[in-house]
RNA sequence: AGGCGCGUAGCUCAGUGGUUAGAGCACUUGCUUGACAUGCAAGGGGUCGGUGGUUCAACUCCACUCGCGCCUACCA
C-alpha cells in the first residue's frame, strides 16, 4: 500500500468494476427499497446540491443493500423544456440560425442532438461520484415510455373534466413568448414609481386621480374603482369618467377590495393586465382589453399612436402624454414587487390566452390526506407545513406552454375550432367519431415539464403497463430532495400517484438543505461561486478554475469581481480530495438546517481522515498479512485482551449508533459516530494498544491480531455507504486476513451489533487504563517534558481495582504513557517532591528532580483545585436546596452526592499536594 | 401581511430538562515516537442573541424582544 491515500487511482477502476458486475442492479430477493432520483436536466451538469442529495441516495442505497434488501436506485434525467429550449436556441443563434427559421421538426431533432451529446456530462458526474444506480433502468422523460404515461394520464384527467381548456389571464413572458406556471414567477421588491393620473369626470366637474405602477396599462382600463363605504365617493358611483388618452367612458363602480386608505382610494382597473382587476372585471362584468401583443408592445386593441411601442416605451409616452394634458397629478417614488421570469429574468406579463388547465384543487384534496394521515411522512417533520400551506391554498396549475421541445398536447382542432383529446389523432377521431375526411390539426403547445415529472415514480417503473417492477417498487421508500421543489414537485408527485395509482409515490420524503458556499450565498452561475463537484474530487489550478467561472456567463460585465471572489476564496485553485472525502463532507454536512455553508476545510478534514483510515490498514495488513508471520486464525478459538474486548464493545455501539442514524436521516450524527470510532477509539488508542501486544514473545499476539482483522474489516463494511471507493479498496485486502470473503464489499452485510456485543467490564476498565496515561500525559505535556524521555512514576493510595488492573496493565501503560518504571508507595513513605495526578483516590507521581519546574506545576495544581472548588460550590448549593432534595428524582440527587464527595477529596489532595509544594 | 427557520468557541457546526456545553478547522506549546506531519501529545478559548416566566433544576420548555435569512401572498 502507498504511504498516503491516493483516491484518483482507486475509485475509477472500483466504479467499472461494480457496474461491469451488475451490483447496482436489484438483487430480486429482500425486502423491496426503492429510490427515485430527481430527475437533473439532461442537458445541465450536475452541482454541489446534486453531489450532496446523490450522496444521501447511495448512501441509503448501499446501506439497505448491504441489510439484504431488494434495493433499486432509479436514474434518469428530464427534458427541461424551456432550459433546453433556451440553450438550443442560443447555440442556433450563434451559428446564425433561428428556431422558426428551422422549423419545428429539424428544431427538435437539434435538441435531440444536443441532448445525446450533453447527456453524457451528468452519468459521468454520477459514475465519478460512486453512485450505485440500475444503468440499465435509466429513464429520460421524453422516452417512448414515459410519454406514453404522459398522455395516458392527460387523456384520464381530460375526460374526468380534470384539465380543462381556457382563456385566462396568465403569467406571460414576452421574451420566450410562452406561459409559465405562478411557481416560475420570481417577485422581488424593486424601485419604482407611483404615477397620479386625473380621470376626468364624464359629468363635466372635476376628476378622479388614480395611482398606479404601470401607466401603460391605463390604455386598457375598462374602470375606476372605489370602496363602496367611502365616503368621499360614494355619490360618483354609477357615473363615468373619461379614460385619456384612449377616448373612452368608463364606470366608476364600488368593489371591496379597494383599501380606501391606500393613495387616493380611486384604482384603476385594467382587467386584461392585473390578477385582482381581473377578478374585479369578472365581478363586475366589465370588459377585457387586451393592449399587449406576445411580445409585449402594444397592440392594436390600443389607441393607434401608440400601437407597436414597446411597454417601457409606451410607459415613457403615456407619462409623457398625459402630463401635457396636464393629466398627471404627481410622481412618487414606490417600492414595488415586481414578477420576473425565473428562466429569461424578463418582467412577466399577467396575459390573456387560451391554455390547458389542471383543477389541482380536486385533485389536492387526496393528497393533504395523505399527509395528514401520515401515510407519507416528511422528514424533518416541519417540512410538511410547508407543503400544507401550500396545498390548501392550491391554484389551478397551468399546463400547456408555447414551446416546441416538451410532450405536445395530445390535442386536435378542427377547423371550427372544437377540441378532440385522444392518445393520438387516430384515437382521437375514434372516441369522437370523426371521419378521415375532417381535417384536424394538433394542439401545438407542450405540456409543463413538471408534468411529466410529476409521473416519474410510476412511469419509470413502466406505468400504464401493471409491469413487476412497479409491483414490486411502488410506492417507492423515501424521496431525498431539496425544500425548493416541493410545490413544483413533491405535491405535484403526489397527487398524481394517488390519482393514477391510488396509493402514495413514496412513504417518506427527505428534505435536504440547500448548498450554499463558504458565505452563506446562493450558488448561482451569475454570482460565480458554483463548484463543480468534479473539481473538488479531481481539484483544479486557479486559472483553470477561473476560466470555468467566467465562461458562458449571461452577465459578462460582473466577471471581473468574480475573478476577485474566486481569487480570494481559493487562492491556489483546489486541491485533489478524492470522492470519497467530498462524500463524507456531506453526509457529515447533512443536520436538519435548511442551509449548508460548504466549508472547503471540512472536506480537506475528511480527506485526512480517509488518509487515516489508509494508515491504519497499512499497520494492520503489515502485522496481521501471512507473509510477516503466521496466519490469523478465525476458526479456532483465541484469548482476547482487555484491549481487544474494549474496541470490539465500542464497534458494536458505533454500529447501532449508525444503524439509528441512518434510520432517522441524520447522516451528520452517522458521519460523526464513525469518524469518532475510526479515529479516536481504534487509531488513536486500539491501534497503540496493540504495539505492545504485537510482540513476539506476548501471549496476547494472537487475539490482537484477529482483532485488528476483524474489527477493520466490520468497520469497513460500516463506513461504506458513505465512503464506497477506500473502503472496496482495502477491504480487498483486508477481508482475506479477516476471514471474510466475496467479491466485493458492496454486497457483503452490513455489519451486526450481534457480532460485537457490549462488553461493559471492558469499557470500565479500558477508562481506568486511558485516565492514567492521560494523567501522565497530562504532567508530561504541561511540563514540557520531552515526549521520548521516558519517566519514572510512584503511585500512593491504591485501591483493590488500582493494584487489580495495574498488575494486570503495567506494561501497556509503560508502553502508552512512556514510563520508565512505576513504584508503589506505601502510606507511611513520603514521597519525593513530584508533579501529581488524581486519579480517584490513587495518586500519580512524577518526581520533579530536575525534570519539572515547582512554580509551573504549583499554577497547574492550583488551576485543578480552583476549578474543582467552582464545581464543588455549585454542587453543594444543589444538595442544602431542599426544594432540590425533596423533588429531584433520587438518582439525581445520588449523583450530585457522589461528586460532591469526590470533588472534595480532589481538593484536599490538591491541597495537601500544594503545601507541600510550599515547603520546598 | 402570514408561515417557517436560524442566532452556541475566531470560523463552520453538533448537542441534552440534571456530566466540568462538544467536534472539525484555526490558534499556542512540544515532537521526523517503525501506520499516518493528510500525523502525535498537551493546552488556551464560549455568562449558549436579550428580557421575563415555568421548574428543585433551563443552553434545552413557554412568552416577549432584538438581529439575520427563507417561503407564500400582496395595496393599485
Not at 435548511?594 to 475528511?606: A, M, Q, S, T
Not at 476483524?710 to 486476513?737: D, M, N, S, Y
Not at 483516590?841 to 467552582?870: S, W
Request: hydrophobic share 40%; glycine share 6%.
Amino acid at each position: 500500500m502507498e504511504k498516503t491515500y491516493q483516491p484518483a487511482d482507486i475509485e475509477n477502476r472500483c466504479y467499472e468494476n461494480w457496474e461491469a458486475s451488475g451490483f447496482f442492479a436489484p438483487t430480486g430477493k429482500g425486502k423491496p427499497y426503492c429510490i427515485m432520483i430527481p430527475p437533473p436536466n439532461v442537458t445541465g451538469t450536475l452541482h454541489m446540491g446534486h453531489a450532496f442529495q446523490h450522496t444521501i441516495m447511495d448512501a441509503l442505497t448501499r446501506y439497505h443493500r448491504m441489510q439484504g434488501h431488494n434495493a433499486l436506485w432509479q436514474p434518469g434525467t428530464d427534458h427541461a423544456g424551456i432550459a433546453t429550449q433556451m440553450v438550443v436556441e442560443r447555440q442556433l443563434e450563434e451559428a446564425g440560425q433561428t428556431r422558426t427559421g428551422l422549423g419545428r421538426e429539424a428544431f427538435l431533432e437539434k435538441v435531440w442532438e444536443w441532448k445525446n451529446h450533453s447527456g453524457n456530462t451528468i452519468s459521468r458526474q454520477m459514475r465519478r461520484m460512486g453512485d450505485s444506480v440500475d444503468w440499465s433502468r435509466e429513464r429520460f422523460t421524453m422516452d417512448e415510455g414515459l410519454s406514453r404515461a404522459v398522455t395516458e394520464v392527460f387523456v384520464r384527467l381530460y375526460e374526468e373534466g380534470l384539465i380543462y381548456r381556457g382563456t385566462r389571464l396568465v403569467n406571460w413572458d414576452p421574451v420566450l413568448h410562452t406561459a409559465v406556471s405562478d411557481l416560475e414567477v420570481i417577485s422581488k421588491e424593486e424601485d419604482g414609481h407611483l404615477w397620479h393620473f386625473r380621470y376626468p369626470l364624464t359629468s363635466g366637474d372635476g376628476y378622479l386621480v388614480v395611482a398606479t405602477t404601470r401607466p401603460e396599462t391605463m390604455l386598457g382600463d375598462t374602470a375606476v374603482a372605489v370602496h363602496p363605504d367611502d365616503e368621499r365617493y360614494r355619490q360618483l358611483v354609477g357615473q363615468t369618467v373619461r379614460l385619456p388618452l384612449a377616448d373612452r367612458e368608463i364606470p366608476i363602480i364600488a368593489d371591496d377590495y379597494v383599501d380606501p386608505e391606500f393613495g387616493t382610494g380611486c384604482v384603476k382597473i385594467t382587467p386584461a393586465h392585473d390578477f385582482n382587476d381581473y377578478e374585479i372585471g369578472l365581478r363586475h362584468k366589465l370588459p377585457q382589453i387586451n393592449i399587449f401583443t406576445e411580445g409585449a408592445s402594444i397592440s392594436q386593441n390600443a389607441p393607434r399612436p401608440y400601437q407597436g411601442l414597446d411597454r417601457t416605451e409606451a410607459r415613457r409616452r403615456v407619462v409623457a402624454d398625459l402630463d401635457k394634458l396636464g393629466l398627471l397629478e404627481g410622481i412618487d417614488d414606490h417600492k414595488l414587487m415586481v414578477p420576473r421570469g425565473d428562466r429569461s429574468g424578463e418582467i412577466i406579463e399577467p396575459f390573456l390566452t387560451d391554455q390547458w388547465f389542471v383543477k389541482a384543487t380536486e385533485l389536492a384534496g387526496p393528497a393533504i390526506e395523505a399527509v395528514e394521515s401520515g401515510q407519507i411522512r416528511f422528514v424533518p417533520e416541519n417540512w410538511s407545513k410547508t407543503y400544507f400551506e401550500w396545498m390548501h391554498n392550491i391554484q389551478d396549475w397551468c399546463i400547456s406552454r408555447q414551446l416546441w421541445w416538451g410532450h405536445r398536447i395530445p390535442a386536435w382542432f378542427d377547423a371550427a375550432g372544437n377540441v378532440y383529446v385522444g392518445h393520438d389523432e387516430a384515437d382521437a377521431r375514434a372516441r369522437h367519431s370523426l371521419d378521415d375526411t375532417i381535417p384536424l390539426h394538433q394542439d401545438e403547445d407542450v405540456l409543463d415539464t413538471w408534468f411529466s415529472s410529476a409521473l416519474w415514480p410510476f412511469s419509470t417503473l413502466g406505468w400504464p403497463e401493471q409491469t413487476p417492477e412497479l409491483k414490486t417498487f411502488y410506492p417507492t421508500t423515501v424521496l431525498v430532495t431539496g425544500f425548493d421543489i416541493i410545490f413544483f414537485w413533491v405535491a405535484r408527485m403526489i397527487m398524481m400517484g394517488l390519482k393514477f395509482t391510488g396509493e402514495v409515490p413514496f412513504r417518506e420524503v427527505y428534505i435536504t438543505g440547500l448548498i450554499r458556499d463558504h458565505d452563506g450565498q446562493k450558488m448561482s452561475k451569475s454570482k460565480g461561486n458554483v463548484i463543480d463537484p468534479l473539481d473538488l474530487i479531481d481539484g483544479i489550478e486557479l486559472e483553470a478554475l477561473l476560466e470555468k467561472q467566467t465562461t458562458g456567463m449571461m452577465q459578462p460585465q460582473l466577471k471581473s469581481k468574480i475573478e476577485r471572489a474566486t481569487r480570494k476564496q481559493f487562492p491556489d485553485g483546489i486541491p485533489e480530495f478524492g470522492t470519497d472525502a467530498l462524500r463524507f463532507t456531506f453526509a457529515a454536512l447533512a443536520s436538519t438546517g435548511r442551509d449548508i455553508r460548504f466549508d472547503l476545510n471540512r472536506v480537506e478534514g475528511y480527506r485526512n481522515f480517509c488518509n487515516k483510515l489508509w494508515n491504519a490498514a497499512r499497520y494492520v495488513l503489515m502485522n496481521v498479512a501471512p507473509e510477516n508471520s503466521t496466519a490469523v486464525r478465525v476458526d479456532e478459538y483465541v484469548p482476547l485482551s482487555l484491549p481487544d474486548r474494549w474496541i470490539r464493545s465500542r464497534l458494536g455501539k458505533t454500529i447501532a449508533a449508525v444503524q439509528d442514524h441512518f434510520g432517522n436521516y441524520r447522516f451528520d450524527l452517522a458521519a460523526k459516530a464513525l469518524y469518532e470510532f475510526t479515529w479516536n477509539e481504534y487509531c488513536d488508542w486500539y491501534l497503540e494498544l496493540s504495539k505492545p501486544a504485537l510482540q513476539d514473545d506476548s501471549p496476547e499476539k494472537p487475539g490482537t491480531r484477529r482483532t485488528l482483522a476483524t474489527v477493520l474489516e466490520a468497520l469497513l463494511r460500516c463506513l461504506h455507504p458513505v465512503v464506497p471507493f477506500i473502503t472496496e479498496e482495502i477491504w480487498g485486502k483486508v477481508a482475506p486476513v479477516a476471514g471474510a470473503s466475496g467479491t466485493s464489499i458492496m454486497l457483503q452485510n452490513f455489519p451486526s451489533v450481534d457480532d460485537f456485543p457490549a462488553d461493559e467490564q471492558a469499557e470500565t476498565e479500558l477508562a481506568w487504563l486511558q485516565a492514567f496515561i492521560l494523567g501522565v500525559r497530562q504532567i508530561r505535556g504541561e511540563m514540557d517534558i520531552a515526549p521520548n524521555r521516558r519517566l519514572p512514576v510512584l503511585l500512593r493510595d491504591l485501591s483493590g481495582d488500582d493494584k487489580r488492573l495495574l498488575k494486570a496493565h503495567s506494561s501497556r501503560l509503560t508502553q502508552l504513557a512512556r514510563i520508565q518504571s512505576i513504584e508503589i508507595l506505601d502510606d507511611d513513605q513520603e514521597p519525593p517532591p513530584s508533579a501529581m495526578a488524581l486519579m480517584g483516590g490513587m495518586k500519580i507521581l512524577v518526581p520533579m528532580a530536575g525534570l519539572i519546574d515547582v512554580e509551573a506545576e504549583r499554577q497547574r495544581l492550583e488551576k485543578n483545585r480552583d476549578r474543582a472548588q467552582n464545581n464543588l460550590g455549585r454542587t453543594q448549593g444543589k444538595l442544602r436546596n431542599e426544594q432540590f432534595m425533596a423533588n429531584a428524582p433520587p438518582a439525581v440527587v445520588d449523583k450530585e452526592r457522589a461528586k460532591s464527595a469526590a470533588l472534595e477529596q480532589e481538593i484536599t489532595q490538591l491541597n495537601e499536594q500544594l503545601a507541600r509544594l510550599d515547603q520546598l
